[in-house]
């Protein structure tokens, strides 16, 4: 059985040709193909986004990219074609960095270098023998500097000048006269080693502070862009794959980082380098999110079909048959995995594990038998605690195990009543593997029960185990909806999300009786209220904080006091405060705690709408208070932005106050600085959940126009580049 069971075991990593993979592999083969369309030109580069479930292939595909890339060999440049694979999970910016700088070989940097001085020399040679001749010596590998110092003397070229006009090349090809300081170093018996450990991150050695090297080197993403440039105008083809970029560690300063990230890649393309980035497609739109769009190309990796699967199964049989699997049998896995080529490969390799131990074919009846254990992700009391944990965060009231109807066909697992006369609710009801049509009939007969009893009910299916897609359609029919898989990363995000959609539902559907929406609202209020001032306290604490730092970096002689002078004596300049006018009047006008709940009490139809409003926002629960709470906090900073550039504007030495680095200036770029950096850390993402009142007779919605929340946010995120302006422009008197 052994043997058998070794036999059955897969070769190495296995290849099936799929769409996604076809597209992968020819857009790197026309990279390396590529020529320039003109001499000294550089060859276009592409950043391309791989994204796909856990178990897809993402990595897999990565390692074969990287194969392929080797296996091209050198281009015109004679230098090998260079493919870096770095699992970026868990790094940082400056791990990326030393990690990328570490995987190039240093006999392909110098290559490179040595390439730019060949090319340089052979360019003041006017005989054409004599400068191909000395091109193709100076790229020779094993010269030494001293055979090259030599050669060159002899020609009547002074080797000293031409290596300082080489670091002026290397300046204008990375754009770093420290690198380019370095990267000559390299051609120098007796400075090479200090010169590469240099570039690698380690601080200077004594003979490189002596030449003017007395940092360590710029590190951090923008660093990348040096050595891709050093290839790409080289000619080199170099090929940068970065798996699972949705795991980088970029919580501190995550807008900021991410921004670098996307620039980094920028520079990365222009500079010819194709890269491909695996991870997340959430994470990968966020880096199209600029100026313009740097990932060209999206590869969607999906599961394998019928036929994929079955290429698949004979290539790990190890005789190139589907033994010991039926064709119905393949049909089923390929149902309940989805095709997910890693759960497609473990479920077979337990089935034709206990195919060798009990003999016979692998059969449909099998494969359903088997899922029920292999695919059950948690025991019930996991599932019911986590949806517990969902509704109790979102503030809903429910019951659980709850008799819908009469009798208990109708029992679900929870129950969310929806004030009505007629009892009305959302339902959640847990599944434990939907396999086989009994599975989906227990399922449908609840629906036929609340129906029979005229149970007004929206009901969420949850799946804790397998799910074949034939049945998940089935359930869709019935209640409306697609099951949720409880094996899902967003979960928990999808059962919310699910639960607001539906009963936002009812309130679309008509009217609720209104004595029993203003208890349920009152008790909705009463259990948010908690939660609303532990927030607030949270929010006064961060704007504490801000003024504490303020207060230890402001200018001599701030006593740190408000000051809030008169129209006539205020000290900004118009263009100024004009700025800081405008900014505050968009913040407000998103809607504040303050102004929620203004015009409630009149009598007229003001406060019927009010009323209205404040219920639908109870719909919306935390997520309109965190909302809200992030408004206060912008307000809170913006106002406290003004306070400190009126008490700059108060104290500067208005003749000096614009001077490029006199103290005046400095002190403004300081507060305009750290002003964005209090913004990059801000939610502001938040503001999308703003609520809004709705007024009678409108379209009924509760959040602000997207257009308004994005003009806001431009106006927050820019309000220290134009305060910068605005004070340019202001008269000095």
């Not at 970065?242 to 500079?271: I, N």
């Not at 994929?308 to 089923?332: H, K, M, N, Q, Y």
């Not at 959609?501 to 009152?522: E, Y």
């Not at 009924?700 to 946010?713: C, K, L, Q, T």
Request: net charge negative; aromatic share 4%; proline share 5%.
């Amino acid at each position: 059985m052994d043997d058998q069971s070794e036999s059955a075991a897969p070769v190495g990593p296995l290849t099936i040709d799929t769409p996604a993979v076809r597209t992968a592999r020819q857009l790197l083969d026309d990279h390396l193909r590529a020529r320039p369309v003109s001499a000294g030109a550089l060859v276009p580069g592409s950043v391309i986004g791989i994204s796909g479930p856990p178990g897809s292939g993402k990595s897999h595909l990565a390692r074969l990219l990287v194969r392929q890339t080797h296996d091209f060999g050198p281009g015109g440049s004679g230098i090998p074609a260079r493919a870096v694979h770095l699992n970026v999970a868990g790094m940082d910016a400056d791990q990326l960095h030393a990690a990328f700088v570490g995987a190039l070989p240093r006999s392909e940097v110098l290559a490179c270098v040595r390439g730019y001085h060949a090319d340089l020399v052979s360019g003041a040679i006017t005989d054409e023998r004599v400068a191909a001749r000395t091109n193709e010596l100076l790229r020779t590998p094993d010269q030494t500097a001293a055979d090259r110092d030599a050669h060159l003397t002899e020609l009547g070229l002074s080797p000293a000048v031409l290596l300082e006009r080489l670091s002026t090349v290397l300046v204008e090809v990375v754009g770093d006269s420290d690198y380019a300081a370095a990267l000559v170093l390299l051609l120098r018996d007796g400075l090479d080693t200090a010169a590469w450990a240099w570039l690698r991150g380690e601080p200077p050695a004594g003979v490189l502070r002596e030449r003017g090297l007395t940092a360590p080197a710029p590190g951090g993403l923008d660093a990348l862009g040096v050595f891709a440039r050093l290839y790409g105008r080289q000619g080199a083809r170099l090929v940068l794959v970065l798996d699972d970029v949705d795991q980088l560690d970029f919580d501190q300063g995550h807008d900021r980082q991410v921004r670098a990230l996307r620039r980094a890649l920028e520079q990365l393309r222009v500079a010819g380098t194709l890269v491909y980035l695996t991870g997340s497609a959430e994470a990968l739109d966020e880096l199209e999110i600029g100026p313009y769009r740097r990932t060209g190309t999206r590869i969607e990796l999906t599961g394998f079909d019928g036929e994929a699967a079955a290429r698949f199964l004979r290539a790990r049989s190890g005789s190139d048959t589907l033994s010991p699997f039926s064709i119905d049998a393949v049909e089923r896995i390929v149902d309940l995995t989805d095709g997910n080529p890693r759960m497609l490969g473990d479920f077979t390799d337990r089935l034709r594990r206990e195919a060798a131990q009990t003999g016979g074919e692998v059969t449909e009846d099998r494969v359903l038998d088997d899922a029920r254990s292999w695919f059950a992700v948690a025991d019930r009391s996991r599932v019911v605690a986590t949806i517990r944990r969902v509704l109790e965060n979102h503030l809903w009231d429910f019951r659980v195990d709850y008799a819908a109807s009469l009798d208990d066909g109708g029992r679900l697992d929870f129950w969310i009543p929806v004030p009505s006369p007629d009892h009305a609710g959302v339902g959640i009801l847990i599944a434990d593997a939907v396999v086989s049509p009994a599975d989906v009939q227990r399922l449908v007969a609840t629906a036929e029960t609340l129906d029979r009893h005229s149970v007004r009910a929206q009901v969420q299916v949850v799946v804790t185990g397998a799910a074949s897609a034939v049945h998940v359609a089935r359930i869709r029919q019935e209640f409306g909806r697609a099951p949720l898989s409880f094996a899902a990363e967003t979960f928990d995000d999808d059962l919310a999300a699910a639960v607001k959609a539906m009963l936002h539902a009812f309130d679309d559907a008509d009217d609720a009786d209104p004595i029993a929406g203003l208890r349920d609202w009152i008790d909705r209020v009463d259990r948010q209220q908690t939660r609303t001032l532990d927030l607030i306290d949270r929010v006064a604490a961060g704007v504490d904080s801000l003024r504490g730092q303020q207060a230890a970096l402001v200018p001599p002689g701030w006593t740190g006091e408000p000051r809030r002078p008169g129209r006539t004596d205020d000290p900004l300049p118009q263009p100024v405060r004009t700025v800081f006018t405008r900014a505050i009047d968009e913040i407000v006008a998103l809607g504040t705690p303050e102004g929620t709940g203004r015009g409630l009490f009149r009598s007229d139809d003001r406060g019927e709408e009010v009323l209205a409003g404040l219920r639908r926002i109870g719909r919306v629960d935390h997520l309109a208070m965190r909302a809200l709470g992030t408004v206060s906090m912008v307000l809170a900073v913006v106002q406290e932005f003004r306070s400190a550039v009126r008490e700059w504007a108060r104290t500067v030495d208005r003749e000096w106050m614009l001077v490029p680095a006199s103290p005046g200036r400095r002190e403004l770029d300081r507060l305009c600085a750290r002003y964005e950096e209090a913004v990059d850390v801000l939610p502001l993402l938040e503001l999308h959940n703003l609520p809004r009142p709705s007024r009678r007779g409108g379209s009924g919605r509760i959040r602000p126009a997207r257009v308004e929340i994005d003009a806001a946010n431009r106006q927050i995120r820019e309000l220290g580049r134009e305060v910068r302006a605005a004070a340019e422009r202001s008269p000095i008197t």
